[in-house]
């Protein structure tokens, strides 16, 4: 597993991601393996972000959502 923490554009239908582009590539979500929340510390208003695992073509990725950025960060071996 390698982890990441770069910027990537995805394609989002009903909430959910269904492509993901990154490294010059359109990676088609094929199914969603999870989806979790990670609050910070909220009495310090730090960030909520809303994690997906989810299988691609181009493999399995941890992407999540802060704010209205999408950030990669992870890919799975």
Same mark, same amino acid.
Do not use: C
């Given at each position: 597993?390698?982890?990441?923490?770069?910027? *990537?554009?995805?394609? &989002?239908?009903? %909430?959910?991601?269904?492509?993901?582009?990154?490294?010059?590539?359109?990676? +088609? #979500?094929?199914?969603? *393996?999870?989806?979790? &929340?990670?609050? %910070?510390?909220?009495?310090?208003?730090?960030?909520?972000?809303?994690?997906? +695992? #989810?299988?691609?073509?181009?493999?399995?990725?941890?992407?999540?959502?802060?704010?209205?950025?999408?950030?990669?960060?992870?890919?799975?071996?």
């Amino acid at each position: 597993m390698k982890r990441w923490f770069q910027p *990537v554009e995805v394609e &989002v239908t009903k %909430g959910w991601p269904v492509v993901v582009n990154w490294n010059g590539r359109r990676h +088609r #979500v094929q199914y969603l *393996v999870d989806a979790w &929340v990670v609050q %910070g510390k909220w009495w310090a208003e730090e960030e909520r972000r809303v994690y997906f +695992r #989810v299988h691609t073509t181009g493999g399995t990725l941890d992407i999540f959502r802060s704010g209205d950025d999408w950030i990669l960060s992870k890919v799975q071996d």
